[in-house]
């Protein structure tokens, strides 16, 4: 058997950025977040649609256009049927949609929180002299590096700059202060942890809170 232990993380944001946009009910600028509620107008041949956010301070609204005066022709049936049924999907993701969204709010609040989903790329020896960690992150995040390990391998991160710092821990690509920037798609990590937290290190790793 193996001595690595070579782990997939899938880490998705719990919630969706909220743009920082100017309400004209409170007279400065608040944060927005979906209402989940898509609305669209036909108007003959052509078609608008929007994803509705409220602000968090009051009931101000603000439309997140989706459709521009789009010909009905040029838009993909199941899309616009979607779209005509507000369909709770479509909307979600949409509101994850962080690229799309900086198009009309180039000012966003993102998420920090995040729910990680594992998979095992080996089998998991019984104390790892090495651990890989590959990130995969398909929705931008704010998330800092330093906090996803602190959480998902659950020890403090006093603990995970020290193993920066002496080396059992990098980070790929690197750079300058790696630890304290968001994570982000593609990073890699490679762990050589202590003897003595080897074992607990690998099953947080590969496990999280269902570590056996």
């Not at 009931?59 to 709770?88: F, H, K, M």
């Amino acid at each position: 058997m193996s001595e690595n232990l070579f782990v997939k993380w899938t880490i998705l944001p719990q919630e969706p950025p909220q743009p920082l946009l100017y309400c004209k009910r409170c007279g400065g600028t608040r944060n927005f977040r979906s209402s989940g509620k898509i609305r669209v107008n036909a108007n003959g041949k052509r078609v608008d649609a929007w994803l509705v956010y409220k602000c968090m301070s009051c009931d101000g609204t603000w439309n997140r256009p989706v459709l521009e005066r789009q010909s009905v022709r040029s838009i993909d049936p199941l899309l616009l049927a979607s779209l005509c049924a507000n369909d709770a999907k479509l909307a979600d993701r949409l509101a994850f949609d962080v690229e799309g969204l900086r198009r009309w709010a180039p000012h966003l609040k993102e998420a920090s929180n995040a729910v990680v989903a594992r998979e095992l790329l080996s089998e998991t020896p019984a104390r790892p002299l090495e651990l890989r960690i590959l990130c995969v992150v398909p929705c931008h995040m704010a998330l800092r590096l330093d906090r996803l390990l602190a959480d998902e391998l659950r020890i403090p991160r006093s603990r995970i700059h020290a193993l920066e710092k002496s080396g059992a821990l990098v980070v790929f690509p690197s750079a300058s202060r790696a630890l304290r920037k968001p994570v982000r798609d593609g990073t890699k990590l490679l762990i050589r942890p202590p003897a003595e937290d080897a074992d607990w290190i690998a099953r947080s790793a590969a496990y999280g809170d269902d570590c056996p």
